[in-house]
Protein backbone atom coordinates (compact mmCIF):
# COMPACT_ATOMS: atom_id res chain seq x y z
CA UNK A 1 0.00 0.00 0.00
CA UNK A 2 0.89 3.37 -0.47
CA UNK A 3 2.84 5.47 2.06
CA UNK A 4 0.86 8.97 3.16
CA UNK A 5 2.13 12.46 4.38
CA UNK A 6 0.07 14.01 6.80
CA UNK A 7 0.73 17.14 9.18
CA UNK A 8 1.39 16.12 12.56
CA UNK A 9 -1.26 18.55 14.20
CA UNK A 10 -3.72 21.11 13.03
CA UNK A 11 -5.88 23.36 14.84
CA UNK A 12 -9.21 24.84 13.69
CA UNK A 13 -12.20 27.19 15.26
CA UNK A 14 -15.30 25.57 16.13
CA UNK A 15 -18.01 26.63 13.45
CA UNK A 16 -15.05 26.93 10.55
CA UNK A 17 -14.30 24.45 7.98
CA UNK A 18 -11.51 22.22 8.99
CA UNK A 19 -9.06 21.22 5.83
CA UNK A 20 -6.58 18.21 6.11
CA UNK A 21 -4.39 17.67 3.08
CA UNK A 22 -2.35 14.20 2.94
CA UNK A 23 0.28 13.29 0.46
CA UNK A 24 0.07 10.14 -1.62
CA UNK A 25 2.28 10.87 -3.95
CA UNK A 26 3.25 7.26 -4.87
CA UNK A 27 -0.28 5.98 -5.13
CA UNK A 28 -0.91 3.04 -7.91
CA UNK A 29 -4.42 3.08 -10.07
CA UNK A 30 -6.29 0.82 -8.08
CA UNK A 31 -5.74 2.05 -4.41
CA UNK A 32 -8.23 3.72 -2.65
CA UNK A 33 -7.80 6.70 0.07
CA UNK A 34 -9.41 6.20 2.97
CA UNK A 35 -10.19 8.50 6.25
CA UNK A 36 -10.64 7.59 9.93
CA UNK A 37 -10.63 9.08 12.88
CA UNK A 38 -9.96 8.27 16.43
CA UNK A 39 -11.28 10.05 19.12
CA UNK A 40 -8.95 9.90 22.34
CA UNK A 41 -8.83 5.81 22.68
CA UNK A 42 -11.99 5.15 21.08
CA UNK A 43 -12.10 2.52 18.02
CA UNK A 44 -11.21 4.42 15.33
CA UNK A 45 -14.25 6.13 12.77
CA UNK A 46 -14.94 5.37 9.26
CA UNK A 47 -15.32 8.57 7.61
CA UNK A 48 -15.00 8.91 4.03
CA UNK A 49 -13.09 6.89 0.89
CA UNK A 50 -12.84 7.47 -2.56
CA UNK A 51 -10.98 6.48 -5.71
CA UNK A 52 -10.59 9.51 -8.18
CA UNK A 53 -13.94 11.67 -7.94
CA UNK A 54 -14.93 13.84 -5.02
CA UNK A 55 -16.99 12.47 -2.78
CA UNK A 56 -19.02 13.26 0.31
CA UNK A 57 -21.31 12.52 2.85
CA UNK A 58 -23.04 13.55 5.94
CA UNK A 59 -19.21 13.67 8.11
CA UNK A 60 -16.99 15.08 5.53
CA UNK A 61 -16.06 15.80 1.84
CA UNK A 62 -12.58 13.97 0.25
CA UNK A 63 -11.04 16.23 -2.57
CA UNK A 64 -8.86 13.92 -4.94
CA UNK A 65 -6.46 16.10 -6.78
CA UNK A 66 -6.72 14.68 -10.63
CA UNK A 67 -3.43 13.21 -10.35
CA UNK A 68 -4.72 11.34 -6.89
CA UNK A 69 -1.05 12.46 -5.22
CA UNK A 70 -2.85 14.28 -2.66
CA UNK A 71 -6.54 14.72 -1.32
CA UNK A 72 -7.93 16.71 1.32
CA UNK A 73 -10.62 16.07 4.06
CA UNK A 74 -12.74 18.63 4.80
CA UNK A 75 -15.27 19.37 7.91
CA UNK A 76 -17.26 21.69 6.67
CA UNK A 77 -18.41 22.79 9.56
CA UNK A 78 -15.97 21.30 12.84
CA UNK A 79 -17.58 21.62 16.16
CA UNK A 80 -15.64 20.71 19.59
CA UNK A 81 -16.44 16.58 19.08
CA UNK A 82 -14.75 16.80 15.99
CA UNK A 83 -11.14 16.96 17.96
CA UNK A 84 -9.52 13.69 17.11
CA UNK A 85 -6.46 12.14 15.18
CA UNK A 86 -7.00 11.63 11.71
CA UNK A 87 -5.72 8.89 9.45
CA UNK A 88 -5.46 8.92 5.39
CA UNK A 89 -4.95 5.64 4.51
CA UNK A 90 -3.93 4.32 0.96
CA UNK A 91 -4.97 0.86 0.32
CA UNK A 92 -6.19 -1.27 -2.27
CA UNK A 93 -10.04 -2.68 -1.68
CA UNK A 94 -9.61 -6.77 -1.98
CA UNK A 95 -12.19 -9.63 -2.44
CA UNK A 96 -11.92 -11.19 0.99
CA UNK A 97 -10.76 -7.75 2.57
CA UNK A 98 -7.05 -6.16 3.40
CA UNK A 99 -5.53 -4.74 6.39
CA UNK A 100 -4.80 -0.84 7.51
CA UNK A 101 -2.19 0.39 7.49
CA UNK A 102 -2.29 3.74 10.40
CA UNK A 103 0.70 6.10 10.10
CA UNK A 104 0.70 8.80 13.01
CA UNK A 105 -1.93 11.18 11.49
CA UNK A 106 -3.35 14.51 11.71
CA UNK A 107 -4.02 15.53 15.60
CA UNK A 108 -7.10 18.11 14.77
CA UNK A 109 -8.06 20.34 17.35
CA UNK A 110 -11.13 22.15 17.32
CA UNK A 111 -11.05 25.24 19.50
CA UNK A 112 -13.87 27.45 20.96
CA UNK B 1 -22.04 2.88 17.31
CA UNK B 2 -20.14 0.74 14.46
CA UNK B 3 -21.63 -2.52 15.14
CA UNK B 4 -18.97 -4.45 16.37
CA UNK B 5 -19.10 -5.39 19.87
CA UNK B 6 -15.68 -6.44 21.79
CA UNK B 7 -15.88 -7.85 25.27
CA UNK B 8 -14.10 -7.20 27.99
CA UNK B 9 -13.91 -3.21 27.78
CA UNK B 10 -10.97 -3.31 30.42
CA UNK B 11 -8.72 -6.70 31.58
CA UNK B 12 -6.42 -6.44 34.00
CA UNK B 13 -3.71 -9.54 34.63
CA UNK B 14 0.03 -9.98 35.66
CA UNK B 15 2.72 -11.50 33.51
CA UNK B 16 2.61 -14.95 32.39
CA UNK B 17 -0.74 -14.94 32.54
CA UNK B 18 -3.17 -16.11 29.69
CA UNK B 19 -6.41 -13.97 28.51
CA UNK B 20 -8.75 -14.05 25.74
CA UNK B 21 -10.84 -11.02 24.10
CA UNK B 22 -13.73 -11.49 22.06
CA UNK B 23 -15.18 -9.84 19.13
CA UNK B 24 -18.46 -9.97 17.52
CA UNK B 25 -18.51 -8.59 13.86
CA UNK B 26 -21.07 -6.36 12.14
CA UNK B 27 -24.07 -8.60 10.92
CA UNK B 28 -23.56 -10.03 7.63
CA UNK B 29 -19.22 -9.54 7.66
CA UNK B 30 -17.22 -12.03 6.75
CA UNK B 31 -14.23 -10.66 7.75
CA UNK B 32 -12.29 -9.46 11.31
CA UNK B 33 -9.33 -7.78 11.98
CA UNK B 34 -7.59 -7.58 15.01
CA UNK B 35 -5.11 -4.79 15.57
CA UNK B 36 -3.32 -3.56 18.48
CA UNK B 37 -2.41 0.31 19.52
CA UNK B 38 0.51 0.83 22.31
CA UNK B 39 1.93 3.85 23.22
CA UNK B 40 5.12 3.13 21.44
CA UNK B 41 3.99 1.62 18.25
CA UNK B 42 0.45 2.90 16.87
CA UNK B 43 -2.19 1.12 15.93
CA UNK B 44 -0.66 -2.21 14.18
CA UNK B 45 -2.40 -5.00 12.14
CA UNK B 46 -2.32 -7.89 13.80
CA UNK B 47 -3.94 -10.68 12.00
CA UNK B 48 -6.84 -11.22 9.58
CA UNK B 49 -9.91 -13.77 9.21
CA UNK B 50 -11.82 -14.02 6.32
CA UNK B 51 -15.03 -16.37 6.90
CA UNK B 52 -13.12 -19.03 9.65
CA UNK B 53 -10.12 -19.03 7.63
CA UNK B 54 -6.39 -16.68 8.11
CA UNK B 55 -5.86 -14.64 5.72
CA UNK B 56 -3.11 -12.58 6.72
CA UNK B 57 -0.89 -11.91 9.74
CA UNK B 58 0.98 -8.82 10.16
CA UNK B 59 2.99 -8.01 13.65
CA UNK B 60 1.77 -10.88 15.40
CA UNK B 61 3.51 -12.67 18.50
CA UNK B 62 3.63 -16.20 18.53
CA UNK B 63 2.85 -15.72 21.76
CA UNK B 64 -1.16 -14.90 20.64
CA UNK B 65 -3.44 -16.62 18.60
CA UNK B 66 -6.81 -15.79 17.28
CA UNK B 67 -9.54 -18.11 15.41
CA UNK B 68 -12.94 -17.02 13.93
CA UNK B 69 -15.59 -19.08 14.92
CA UNK B 70 -18.51 -20.76 12.52
CA UNK B 71 -20.68 -18.13 14.03
CA UNK B 72 -17.93 -15.84 12.40
CA UNK B 73 -17.29 -14.17 16.10
CA UNK B 74 -13.64 -14.19 16.98
CA UNK B 75 -11.43 -14.51 19.79
CA UNK B 76 -7.51 -13.07 20.42
CA UNK B 77 -5.71 -15.84 23.11
CA UNK B 78 -2.62 -13.71 24.07
CA UNK B 79 -0.57 -15.88 26.48
CA UNK B 80 2.57 -15.38 28.63
CA UNK B 81 1.93 -12.04 28.68
CA UNK B 82 4.33 -9.51 29.41
CA UNK B 83 4.12 -5.55 30.62
CA UNK B 84 4.86 -4.70 27.45
CA UNK B 85 1.71 -6.54 26.34
CA UNK B 86 -0.13 -3.61 27.67
CA UNK B 87 -2.44 -2.15 24.93
CA UNK B 88 -5.27 -1.34 23.62
CA UNK B 89 -6.60 -4.17 21.10
CA UNK B 90 -9.32 -3.06 18.76
CA UNK B 91 -11.57 -5.83 16.52
CA UNK B 92 -12.61 -4.41 13.21
CA UNK B 93 -15.05 -6.25 10.41
CA UNK B 94 -15.63 -5.61 7.15
CA UNK B 95 -18.39 -7.32 4.28
CA UNK B 96 -15.03 -7.62 2.01
CA UNK B 97 -17.37 -7.51 -0.93
CA UNK B 98 -16.83 -9.33 -4.21
CA UNK B 99 -17.73 -6.96 -6.61
CA UNK B 100 -14.72 -5.40 -8.55
CA UNK B 101 -12.71 -3.00 -6.76
CA UNK B 102 -14.15 -4.33 -3.45
CA UNK B 103 -15.30 -0.37 -2.77
CA UNK B 104 -17.30 -1.69 -0.27
CA UNK B 105 -14.65 -3.42 2.04
CA UNK B 106 -14.52 -0.82 4.33
CA UNK B 107 -13.85 -2.03 8.12
CA UNK B 108 -15.85 -0.91 11.38
CA UNK B 109 -13.98 -0.97 14.35
CA UNK B 110 -14.78 -1.81 18.02
CA UNK B 111 -14.72 0.08 21.06
CA UNK B 112 -11.48 -2.04 21.99
CA UNK B 113 -10.43 -4.08 24.76
CA UNK B 114 -7.71 -2.04 27.11
CA UNK B 115 -5.43 -4.65 28.47
CA UNK B 116 -3.32 -3.75 31.48
CA UNK B 117 -0.69 -6.44 32.16
CA UNK B 118 0.98 -5.84 35.74
Known amino acids: DAKTTQPPSMDCAEGRAANLPCNHS???????VYWYRQIHSQGPQYIIHGLKNNETNEMASLIITEDRKSSTLILPHATLRDTAVYYCIVRVARTSGSRLTFGEGTQLTVNP | DSGVTQTPKHLITATGQRVTLRCSPRSGDLSVYWYQQSLDQGLQFLIQYYNGEERAKGNILERFSAQQFPDLHSELNLSSLELGDSALYFC?????????????????FGPGTRLTVL
Open chain 1, 26 to 32: TISGNEY
Open chain 2, 92 to 108: ASSVASTMWGGATDTQY
